[in-house]
């Protein structure tokens, strides 16, 4: 795995310390920089915050034992207490299964709202270079237009249950301003769209998560309601280096989206383009479409960026074929490829 385009932002000896280091995002960012450091004469120190000790054992394995990674078991509504310099913050700890929000919504704003401010004071603590939040395009409340640029937004039910998560990163991303203009602290958002990759858990209720638990459980795509709705994906090596590039390049206090360019589609269409991946690998799976009326909550039918911002810092798109990124993943999930740490940046 590499990093390519890196070399002159992550530089030796410097600490990053990653909260949420057991979900997608953040284990692929520790993970990454792991893999950096093999290549470096002064490895970067990399800490972990994570709650679940026994799930970061599992990820991680052999990872634990480098002298350049620390883990730290952490509540996101708890202070964290590390010892020493930590160059950067990357802030991803977060509720994001639907399940949880919709039935635990006060503990879904705490956690939330509580993990990004312990970050912001343990940056004031450290004097950090930079912290990054990880916030999302569901900040952008109930939207008509065509693409989405950072200034666009439009309004959100504070009353129902569907906007506990995009409020809480809303006040997370407020709260990151309010540090930065206060206090200086030197902060940015990234405001991801949909991320996939090998690493994922199929367990949070996404649509994607959804179909590749159909398929690996050889069991028929069932799509509820029409489909029609547009959603971008960008495979996690790209977003991963999208995300330090705006921790080390972007303009402090300020949000940058995180997308694909190119891969635009229906629920629909990637529904189809999951079932010829299937076929390619030898799993025959039907699509079915039913409860056309269905609407599960959704805010924002159509999710297409405007990714100019994040470009002008020197980003570019580089694993653009969903096609060979869901034949991939499968055969990883199925288990007929090597299962290590490498993520294949």
């Known amino acids: 795995m590499t990093l390519e385009g890196m070399e002159t932002l992550i530089k030796e000896g410097e600490t990053y310390l990653i909260t949420g280091a057991n979900g997608f995002i953040g284990s692929s960012i520790a993970l990454a920089l792991f893999e950096y450091n093999q290549n470096m004469d002064v490895p970067c120190k990399i800490i972990l915050t994570v709650r679940n000790q026994e799930k970061a054992v599992k990820k991680y394995g052999q990872v634990l034992k480098s002298k350049n990674v620390q883990l730290v078991v952490n509540d996101n509504k708890e202070k964290i207490i590390v010892p020493g310099k930590i160059d950067y913050i990357i ?7 639907k399940e949880i929000f919709r ?5 879904t704003l705490n956690d939330n709202i509580f993990g990004i401010y312990n970050c912001l004071e343990l940056a004031k603590e450290k004097n950090v270079k930079g912290i990054l939040f990880i916030s999302s395009v569901q900040t952008y409340g109930k939207l008509q237009a065509n693409m989405i640029s950072e200034d666009n937004f439009g309004p959100l039910d504070c009353m129902k249950e569907e906007t506990v998560y995009p409020e809480s990163k809303r ?5 990151s301003f309010a540090y930065y203009r206060q206090f200086g602290i030197p902060t940015k958002c990234a405001r991801l769209f949909h991320v996939y990759g090998r690493g994922e858990e199929y367990n949070n209720g996404t649509f994607l998560s959804d179909f590749f638990n159909d398929i690996i459980s050889d069991r028929d795509i069932v799509i509820n309601g029409d489909g029609n709705e547009i959603r971008n ?6 977003v991963v280096r999208a995300l330090l590039f705006i921790l080390h390049k972007g303009n402090c206090g300020e949000a940058y989206n995180v997308g694909s360019e190119f891969n635009n589609y229906s629920i629909k269409d990637w529904a189809y383009l999951l079932q010829k991946a299937a076929a390619e690998t030898n799993h025959n799976v ?3 479409i039913k409860n056309q009326g269905y609407s599960n909550g959704k805010i924002l039918d159509k ?4 990714l100019e911002k994040l470009k002008q810092l020197g980003w570019k798109e580089q694993h653009v074929d969903a096609l060979l990124n869901f034949k ?3 055969n990883f999930k199925r288990g007929k490829q090597d299962d290590s740490i490498r993520i294949y940046f």
Do not use: F, R
Not at 91 to 97: G, Y
């Open 303 to 306: 999710q297409i960026p405007y």
């Open 233 to 238: 994906l960008c495979y996690i090596s790209d």
């Open 103 to 107: 039935n635990y919504p006060a503990d």
């Open 328 to 330: 991939e993943m499968i």
């Open 171 to 175: 006040i997370g991303e407020m709260l």
């Open 91 to 97: 802030s991803t700890a977060a509720v994001t299964k």
């Open 286 to 288: 039907n699509i079915i």
